[in-house]
């Protein structure tokens, strides 16, 4: 059974960078068949897909136009890959997941809250 | 960012069925056989009961079902009980992203 576990609640100051991580249990960051994707929701913005990284003889990765400029998304080991959006200013305060993507966006974290404020 | 389009509530007595709409002219939807729907409880994550328009993973009751026609996707939940009260949301590919999520439709249980 695959489980994702998320980091803890954030605190974050304007201009500085967000950094949350996906430990995977049950499966491997490095998969051929699947990827791992980074979501957020917010009341402002509701859902809003925010990046992916995927395993295929080498990494691949996707972004949202919205956030390409500022955002990465790394595979740190084999059961774990993190998500880190730099410059945030409080339009970035959300929830943020990760889930895996395998054929849909089937398996989801908790949830993490970021709150950005200084 | 949401560029699907969803009632933003339904409601219905139990027993009774229900269905959500999520349109989307700019979107994958009409284009791609690929709408996901999602089930959320407040203060939970998202959970997968539809995808490939119309497949059900394991373990989610048939009383959920899908369709879509043209740029429109629907939802479906039959026999509804009380447990299905929560928000739902599809998601599509999108024309500039991967990914497209709609608006959001609360459903209640009257």
């Known amino acids: 059974q695959v489980q994702l576990q998320q980091s803890g609640p954030l605190l974050v100051k304007p201009s500085q960078t967000l950094s949350v991580t996906c430990a995977i249990s049950?499966?491997?960051?490095?998969?051929?068949?699947?990827?791992w994707n980074w979501i957020r929701q917010s009341p402002s913005r509701g859902l809003e897909w925010l990046g992916r990284?995927?395993?295929?003889?080498?990494?691949?990765s996707d972004y949202a136009i919205s956030v390409k400029s500022r955002i990465a998304i790394n595979p740190d080991t084999s059961s774990q890959f993190s998500l880190q959006l730099n410059s945030v200013t409080p339009e970035d305060t959300a929830v943020y997941y990760c889930?895996?993507?395998?054929?849909?966006?089937?398996?989801w974290g908790q949830g993490t809250m970021v709150t950005v404020s200084s | 960012q949401s560029v699907l389009t969803q009632p933003a509530s339904v409601s219905g007595s139990p027993g009774q069925s229900i269905t959500i709409s999520c349109t989307g002219i700019?979107?994958?939807?009409?284009?791609?056989?690929?709408v996901s729907w999602f089930q959320q409880h407040p203060d939970k994550a998202p959970k997968l009961i539809i995808f490939?328009?119309?497949n059900r993973p394991s373990g989610i009751s048939n009383r959920f079902s899908g369709s879509k026609s043209g740029n429109t996707a629907s939802l479906t939940i039959s026999g509804l009980q009380a447990e299905d009260e929560a928000d739902y949301f599809c998601?599509?590919?999108?024309?500039?992203?991967?990914?497209?999520f709609g608006t959001g439709t609360k459903v209640t249980v009257l």
């Open positions: 889930a895996r993507e395998k054929g849909a966006l089937d398996i």
């Open positions: 049950g499966d491997s960051v490095s998969s051929d068949t699947v990827a």
């Open positions: 990284i995927y395993f295929r003889s080498k990494w691949y």
């Open positions: 700019s979107s994958g939807i009409g284009v791609f056989n690929y």
């Open positions: 490939d328009v119309s």
């Open positions: 998601t599509s590919y999108g024309t500039s992203t991967f990914y497209v």
